[in-house]
């Protein structure tokens, strides 16, 4: 039995690359940051938790980093823990760098000490592009244009430095916009389609976004954990674009939100300046020809699709609260 070892299983992609491995017949472990309140209610959701072994983990302590690796033996690792919120970064810059940037070093190092035979995936993030030109491939040349991409850019350069200064069979995948209906409600996605819902069962009256226009290559997040796995299972480890190959923009998120309930998106959403970054990326798009190629993957979920599925479970969350609440509570 292959044994896994996800950090940031608490998040939409852990828990869902969780549930994945689970159904490959895997022993998943998964790195958790100890807080005050915990969170394990998107491993509930999907019915996952009790298929795996909890660890606690910091990637700011290379202490709790090694103890993780010696516990659970992995053969794979697959680092998804991160601060992962744009705006966020720009007001806790250097936070975001510790983690994004140098909690990747940490594990890479750990993995150098301790077993360089285990496989490695890093989480990297097509805001590294930033406004370079569209498409965006594994050639493109990177513009991050935040802390956030900044530190994952770090990350993603430094997992290649230790690919092939020490051998270390480590991958990136440079994945872009991925969304579900667990989506944490920071990301304008999730804000979309939770404003709707509200707004249909007469909760609010508006919605207040940022920019509209920018445009973003959005995926299912459960299709997008399988590109992660299969990258690992490639002979040589490589980089890759993971994208639907389309791009779409928050305007026409927000029509197909609100349309899918019946409504005209124009009369409630309203741009609060409050919401528009310090140096917004316009257009991403990405290229996935080179992961159809060598990894066999594709994009199987559509936009509408991904919306239908994320309306619906947020209309179930208002409507039945108390089935939603016990995702919470009931394992507390």
Avoid at 148 to 167: D, F, I, M
Avoid at 210 to 232: H, I, K, P, S
Avoid at 269 to 294: C, E, M, S, T
């Amino acid at each position: 039995m292959k044994r896994a070892l996800i950090t940031g299983i608490t998040g939409q992609d852990g828990a869902y690359l969780a549930k994945f491995l689970v159904s490959k017949g895997y022993k998943v472990f998964g790195g958790y940051r100890r807080t005050s309140t915990r969170n394990f209610w998107r491993l509930h959701y999907l019915d996952v938790k009790k298929d795996i072994e909890l660890i606690p983990m910091d990637l700011l302590d290379q202490t709790s980093i090694l103890t993780a690796i010696q516990k659970s033996e992995p053969d794979e690792i697959y680092n998804l823990a991160a601060q992962s919120f744009v705006g966020v970064s720009f007001e806790e810059a250097i936070a975001t760098g510790e983690i994004c940037a140098l909690g990747v070093t940490r594990i890479l190092d750990s993995i150098r000490i301790l077993n360089p035979k285990i496989k490695f995936y890093q989480a990297s993030t097509s805001e590294m592009f930033g406004n370079a030109p569209h498409p965006q491939s594994e050639k493109t040349p990177f513009e991050p244009a935040s802390p956030y991409a900044a530190g994952k850019l770090y990350a993603h350069w430094v997992t290649k430095n230790y690919r092939e200064g020490y051998g270390l069979f480590a991958c990136s995948g440079i994945l872009f916009n991925h969304e579900s209906p667990i989506r944490g409600i920071e990301f304008v996605t999730k804000k979309i389609t939770d404003g709707a819902a509200r707004i249909k069962l007469g909760y609010v009256d508006y919605l207040p976004l940022g920019n509209l226009d920018a445009m973003r290559d959005w995926g299912f997040a459960g299709d997008y954990v399988e590109a992660m796995w299969r990258m690992l299972q490639q002979p040589k480890p490589d980089d890759y674009v993971i994208a639907t190959g389309e791009s779409h923009s928050v305007r026409e998120f927000c029509e197909a939100a609100f349309g899918t309930l019946g409504l005209d998106y124009k009369k409630y959403v309203r741009v609060d300046q409050q919401f528009i970054r310090p140096v917004d990326v316009r257009y991403l798009l990405g290229d996935p020809a080179k992961a159809k190629k060598n990894l066999g993957w594709e994009a199987k979920t559509s936009l509408k699709e991904l919306v239908s599925m994320m309306v619906k479970a947020d209309m179930e969350k208002y409507q039945n609260p108390m089935k939603f609440a016990e995702q919470f509570l009931k394992h507390i």
